[in-house]
């Protein structure tokens, strides 16, 4: 397993606790928009991140015609529109289904499974996850207990190498390797470790997607039984744990509880930007948006791979006749030296009302190093997980760089330090 990056321990469950809301979640989706200082806002989830040519001409398109002209990319690898006129949801829900992003409208907000976005294409880890992302979307669609689940709920499918597998998954696969010390593809053996609520059960392979389905299905067993409205397994008290290995029992699954080593669940390396094995580019949208015309010269590809780092994994590209050059034409984050690599923010002024600062426009690289990410409110909405370093506006014009007041005009040198400082003494959320 690669784990260049300190380890992230999963969130502390919070146990114990009373009933924690009495509302569903209010997650944006493509049908329910939300309602921002910049108008409204439709949040498109795109299971592993996959958007095919076609999909992405109609983003592109809808952006410019419907919204602001720019797709936000999540931490979660989903897509965000902004700045959509009132009124405009039917004619936005009319072109994101012709072109497959909206495969079942009840469930459109559950489709959150993020995977390893090299997978199959760098030699390294399991390259059956991106199939298991498409046959557990096409479960979670095809029954209908599942749009129960909430917009938050977080389905993770790593391939092995630890890239994704501590983003904070509800329901984590890890691809399993074969007793090799190696991560390559062919050291792999299919067979999957399911991780939920702190319980670990080894599956096989061709099981996976169904087992991941199951331990939703347990999840939300648990969540009634609790009645604490909880939308993620980590808010359920104690005694209501999932029944993960009796809903895996009633699947039909055969399977094995382990140890749950939880200290697999750590937070690898993303994917540098550049070439990403011989078929394919990686590159990183600039603080986590993009334009239309930016988005659009990503084509042509197989497909694009949007990754919870705010980047695009172009497959079927390569780094010869001039195409790395061509995507850095447009502004792309295209090299690992960039010291725009790994920076990212929030929504901030004027888009967000609670933002106390423009923080896109304040927003200096520093020079490279840890992730920084720049926040207008304490909320820190979009943050990296791992290690990285907190920029936070303050009322008073000001920012705190990892808690210390910093005045604007000081930024660069403030995160400069902070980015090339040890991460022992920089933030770990
Ligand atoms: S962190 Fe605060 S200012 Fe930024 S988008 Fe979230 S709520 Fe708005």
Redesign the pocket.
């Known amino acids: 397993m690669l784990a260049a990056m300190p380890p992230t321990p999963p969130s502390a469950p919070e146990r114990g606790e009373a009933r924690i809301r009495d509302r569903g979640d209010a997650c944006p989706g493509a049908l329910r928009l939300h309602t921002a200082d910049d108008g409204r806002l439709a949040r498109l989830r795109l299971p592993a991140g996959r958007l095919t040519a076609r999909q992405i001409e109609t983003l592109a398109h809808a952006a410019e015609s419907l919204g602001d002209g720019r797709i936000s990319l999540t931490s979660r690898g989903n897509a965000e529109l902004r700045g959509l006129a009132e009124g405009c949801g039917a004619e936005l829900a009319a072109l994101l289904a012709e072109a497959g992003l909206l495969p079942s409208p009840t469930h459109e907000r559950v489709r959150n499974i993020v995977a390893s976005p090299a997978a199959g294409l760098d030699g390294l880890g399991g390259p059956e996850v991106q199939l298991w992302a498409r046959e557990l979307d096409e479960l979670l669609c095809a029954e209908p207990w599942t749009a129960a689940l909430s917009g938050r709920f977080l389905f993770v499918l790593d391939d092995g190498r630890g890239d994704v597998a501590g983003l904070g998954g509800d329901v984590t696969l890890v691809a399993v390797e074969r007793g090799s010390s190696s991560v390559s593809s062919a050291s792999f053996s299919s067979s999957a470790l399911l991780y939920v609520g702190g319980r670990a059960f080894r599956v096989g392979g061709a099981d996976a997607p169904r087992a991941a389905l199951a331990a939703a299905g347990a999840f939300l067993d648990a969540a009634r039984e609790a009645g604490n409205g909880a939308w993620r397994v980590r808010e359920l008290p104690a005694e209501c744990a999932p029944d993960v290995a009796g809903a895996l029992d009633r699947a039909g699954i055969a399977a094995e509880p382990v140890p749950a080593a939880e200290s697999l669940l750590v937070l690898g390396p993303p994917p540098a930007p550049g070439p990403l094995g011989p078929t394919a580019l990686y590159v990183l949208a600039p603080l986590g948006r993009l334009t239309a015309a930016q988005l659009r010269a990503l084509l042509p590809a197989e497909e694009v791979r949007l990754t919870p780092w705010r980047g695009a994994v172009v497959v079927g590209a390569t780094a010869e006749a001039g195409r790395l050059a061509g995507l850095t034409s447009y502004g792309l984050i295209t090299r690992p030296d960039s010291p725009w690599a790994g920076v990212t923010a929030?929504?901030?002024l004027p888009g967000?009302a609670?933002?106390?600062a423009d923080?896109r426009a304040d927003a200096h690289p520093g020079a490279l190093g840890l992730p920084v990410h720049y926040?207008?409110?304490?909320?820190?909405?979009?943050h990296p997980h791992g290690t990285w370093v907190d920029v936070v506006a303050t009322a008073d014009g000001a920012y705190l760089v990892d808690g210390a007041p910093i005045p604007r005009t000081a930024l660069p040198e403030a995160v400069t330090t902070a980015r090339t400082t040890t991460p022992a003494t920089t933030t770990t959320r």
């Open positions: 929030c929504t901030g967000c609670k933002s106390l923080v926040s207008g409110c304490e909320r820190r909405c979009g």
